[in-house]
């Protein structure tokens, strides 16, 4: 049996700038912390997030590509690494981040697929399954507050 991740929220925003807040390097910095940021913001474009940067270098690291990026409505991520400075790299996975614009909400809807099945890949599904219902509360206390 194949393990995915989904998580889904709803937030009073218009569903592109959802989109821009994946995918805008100083609106990430804002809701998710990231501490540096690398997006080609097209098809096939390469997708780079890094987060806790030290003088002892670089904690976390999310990378993919774009495989498709609609300004209104999403992005999936293909051939994504998690990078941590403790673990060994795991991946690739798949990201979809999907937003269905209502009349007085947006729902956001992320998935992730393609684990593994060893002891490295549990805890990261583990840390994902927890993982991604905060990142969509950090998203929607910054975007209802702006």
């Known amino acids: 049996m194949k393990k995915n991740v989904n998580a889904e929220i709803r937030i009073k925003s218009k569903a592109s700038d959802i989109i821009n807040a994946f995918v ?3 609106t990430l910095n804002k809701w998710w912390a ?3 940021v690398y997006i080609e913001q097209k098809d096939g474009g390469l997708y ?3 987060w806790l940067k030290s003088d002892a270098g670089v904690k ?3 990378t993919g590509r ?3 990026l609609n300004k209104r409505s999403h992005i ?3 051939d994504v690494l998690y990078i941590n400075a403790e673990k060994p790299i795991l991946g690739p996975t798949r990201i979809k981040i999907d937003v269905e614009e209502k009349s007085a909400y947006s729902l956001v809807k992320i ?3 393609g684990f593994g099945k060893t002891e490295e890949w549990h805890w ?3 840390l994902m399954l927890d993982s991604w219902p905060q990142v969509l509360v950090l998203l929607k206390q910054y975007l209802e507050k702006v």
């Open 66 to 68: 774009i495989n498709v």
């Open 34 to 36: 990231t501490a540096s």
């Open 76 to 78: 999936h991520l293909e």
């Open 124 to 126: 990261y599904y583990n």
């Open 24 to 26: 805008n390097p100083d």
């Open 60 to 62: 976390f690291i999310l």
């Open 111 to 113: 998935s992730q697929i």
């Open 48 to 50: 780079a997030l890094s």
